[in-house]
T-cell receptor, first 112, second 110 residues
Framework: DAGITQSPRHKVTETGTPVTLRCHQTENHRYMYWYRQDPGHGLRLIHYSYGVKDTDKGEVSDGYSVSRSKTEDFLLTLESATSSQTSVYFC???????????FGPGTRLTVT | GENVEQHPSTLSVQEGDSAVIKCTYSDSASNYFPWYKQELGKRPQLIIDIRSNVGEKKDQRIAVTLNKTAKHFSLHITETQPEDSAVYFCAASGDDKIIFGKGTRLHILP
C-alpha cells in the first residue's frame, strides 16, 4: 500500500459537534482527495487538492471544508456534524503524472 | 459533469466460470478508466486501468475492454476463484477528478 494514513480510524460524535479527519501521505504526491462511501452510492468525491493551499469542490461538498497547509497533510472538517454525515471516509492520493489514485485505510465516522 | 453507470449491482457466478461487469460513461472527454476491487472492511485497490488510446488490456485473469464510440467499458474475470469475491468499482476520468460507479458485488459460488 502507498504511504497513506488516516486518523482517527474510528470516531463517534454527537450531532452539532465539529469533527476533523486527517490524511497523511509520505509519497510527496501533488493531488489528495476526500471521498465518502455509503451503501448504494459507491465512492463520492467531497473535496480535492491539487497543491498546497489549492483545493476544489467535488460532488458532495456541502457541510464539509478542507485545508492543505503542507504537501503531506489534507484535513477534512465537518463544522457541525449531522447524522447524514455518518459514513466511511477515504482519502486518496495521486502523483498527477498519471491518473492513478491510491486509497488510505478509511475512517468510520458515526454521528449520533 | 461525468456520470458513470455500472451493471449489475450484484453478480453471482460459479467458481471457475467467467464474470463480466459493464459500465457506461457520459463525458466524451474522459480518457482514463480504472477498476478498483474492495474486499470487506478494506480500502479500494486499483486492479487494472485502461486509457482511451487502447481498446483492450489484459493482466492474467482480468481484462478490460473500452468502446469509446459507445462510451462503454467492461471488466472480464476468467476462471473465477473464491478470492475474487469482493465489490468492484468502475470509474472514469478526463481531468483531475475520478467519478466512480456505484459498484458490483461479486459472489463466487462453490
Amino acid at each position: 500500500d502507498a504511504g497513506i494514513t488516516q486518523s482517527p480510524r474510528h470516531k463517534v460524535t454527537e450531532t452539532g459537534t465539529p469533527v476533523t479527519l486527517r490524511c497523511h501521505q509520505t509519497e510527496n504526491h501533488r493531488y489528495m482527495y476526500w471521498y465518502r462511501q455509503d451503501p448504494g452510492h459507491g465512492l463520492r468525491l467531497i473535496h480535492y487538492s491539487y497543491g498546497v493551499k489549492d483545493t476544489d469542490k467535488g460532488e458532495v461538498s456541502d457541510g464539509y471544508s478542507v485545508s492543505r497547509s503542507k504537501t503531506e497533510d489534507f484535513l477534512l472538517t465537518l463544522e457541525s456534524a449531522t447524522s447524514s454525515q455518518t459514513s466511511v471516509y477515504f482519502c486518496a492520493i495521486s502523483s498527477g503524472e498519471s491518473y492513478e489514485q491510491y486509497f488510505g485505510p478509511g475512517t468510520r465516522l458515526t454521528v449520533t | 459533469g461525468e456520470n458513470v453507470e455500472q451493471h449489475p449491482s450484484t453478480l453471482s457466478v460459479q467458481e471457475g466460470d467467467s464474470a463480466v461487469i459493464k459500465c457506461t460513461y457520459s463525458d466524451s472527454a474522459s480518457n482514463y478508466f480504472p477498476w478498483y476491487k474492495q474486499e470487506l472492511g478494506k480500502r479500494p485497490q486499483l486492479i487494472i486501468d485502461i486509457r482511451s488510446n487502447v481498446g483492450e488490456k489484459k493482466d492474467q485473469r482480468i481484462a478490460v475492454t473500452l468502446n469509446k464510440t459507445a462510451k462503454h467499458f467492461s471488466l472480464h474475470i476468467t476462471e473465477t476463484q473464491p478470492e475474487d469475491s469482493a465489490v468492484y468499482f468502475c470509474a472514469a476520468s478526463g481531468d483531475d477528478k475520478i467519478i466512480f460507479g456505484k459498484g458490483t458485488r461479486l459472489h463466487i459460488l462453490p
